[in-house]
Nanobody, 118 residues
Framework: QVQLVESGGGLGRPGGSLRLSCAATATIDDFTAYTMGWYRQTPGKQRELVATIFSDRTTKYGDFVEGRFTISRDNAKRQVYLRMTGLKSEDTAVYYC??????????WGQGIQVTVSS
């Protein structure tokens, strides 16, 4: 299993921006081979995909993102980022970092709260 630690959440204003970071543990072997993703969950709802970045840096986003978010990765630092702009109140959720390899789940972060409110 991969240990993942998220940071950068907190309070954002409607229309504002936040940047989430996720750091993988130093013991992870070949971080470049992992598909990294961000998911989010609100009470009473299933966890949903926000964004995924594959080993070749291609990306995939949830339909609700509508061009507002950007996922990126720094393989040398073993980190993945989620830049969120144009925040909406409905973006309020707990955001989770995820690692997959060969289509198998390899770990989740502990989750970080993002609250969008004026």
């Amino acid at each position: 299993q991969v240990q993942l630690v998220e940071s950068g959440g907190g309070l954002g204003r409607p229309g504002g921006s936040l940047r989430l970071s996720c750091a993988a543990t130093a013991t992870i072997d070949d971080f470049t081979a992992y598909t990294m993703g961000w998911y989010r969950q609100t009470p009473g709802k299933q966890r949903e995909l926000v964004a995924t970045i594959f080993s070749d840096r291609t990306t995939k986003y949830g339909d609700f993102v509508e061009g507002r978010f950007t996922i990126s990765r720094d393989n040398a630092k073993r980190q993945v980022y989620l830049r969120m702009t144009g925040l909406k109140s409905e973006d309020t959720a707990v955001y989770y970092c995820n690692a997959q390899r060969a289509y198998e789940n390899k770990g989740w972060g502990q989750g970080i709260q993002v609250t969008v409110s004026s």
